[in-house]
């Protein structure tokens, strides 16, 4: 079955310091992989999406997250944080066709950002 | 372009009131819809996704139910709300020839 790990429950950053959150998915074909971003209080935002192709993805907001297939993962940067990127980031990966294109999720990071 | 509504924005309710909650989709056809829940501090919870009128798939046995009368809208309800129903309610939808998501605001409701 499809599950996706996002091993760090919380993440805290400097200002203008870079940032990675991780993302690792288990799933047997090439997946259909997103992030994701939750103000408080208010719906996802879809930041990014990786299909097929070029396996480093740009996204909205100076993100940018590569698919590493050997190592079955799909990490989210972004080179300086404002302090307006605290929020909680989730990463999903489509599931099968047939399973109406459902998105299974990861538990969610939330990013803290130092002044 | 597309948007998507929810309404309301919050509500408190009294344990064993009914539910209604409602979701709107503009500027699409046939799209994918869904309802998520995420309890304070958690990630989301799946209950709901309906792929047309009338067809509703549950991913979660409990006491809400969800209803599609219209191409793009879907309410989610309950006769007599529970203590643990309270959370933050996401609808989403999704185009029928793509993965990706789109969320709504949001309801957060609280059951007192």
């Known amino acids: 079955a499809q599950s996706v790990t996002q091993p760090d429950i919380h993440i805290t950053v400097s200002e203008g310091a870079s940032l990675e959150l991780r993302c690792n998915y288990s799933y047997g074909a090439t997946p259909y992989l997103f992030w994701y971003v939750q103000s408080p209080g208010q719906g996802l935002q879809l930041l990014l999406k990786y299909f097929s192709g070029d396996t480093l993805v740009q996204g909205i907001k100076g993100f940018e997250a590569e698919f590493k297939r050997s190592q079955s993962s799909f990490n989210l940067r972004k080179p300086s944080v404002h302090w307006s990127d605290a929020a909680e980031y989730f990463c999903?990966?489509?599931?099968?066709?047939?399973?109406?294109?459902?998105?299974?999720w990861g538990a969610g990071t939330k990013l803290i950002i130092k002044p | 372009s597309q948007t998507i509504h929810q309404w309301p924005a919050t509500l408190v309710q009294p344990v064993g009131s009914p539910l209604s909650l409602e979701c709107t989709v503009e500027g699409t056809s046939n799209p994918n819809l869904y309802w998520y829940r995420q309890a304070a501090g958690r990630g989301l919870q799946l209950l709901f996704y309906s792929v047309g009128i009338g067809q509703i798939s549950s991913e979660v046995p409990q006491n809400l139910s969800a209803s599609r009368p219209q191409d793009r809208q879907f309410i989610l309800s309950s006769k007599k709300l529970l203590l643990s129903d309270s959370g933050f309610y996401l609808c989403a939808w999704q185009s029928r020839f793509g993965y990706e998501q789109y969320f709504g605001p949001g309801t957060r409701l609280t059951v007192t």
């Open positions: 999903a990966v489509g599931a099968t066709p047939g399973s109406n294109y459902q998105l299974i």
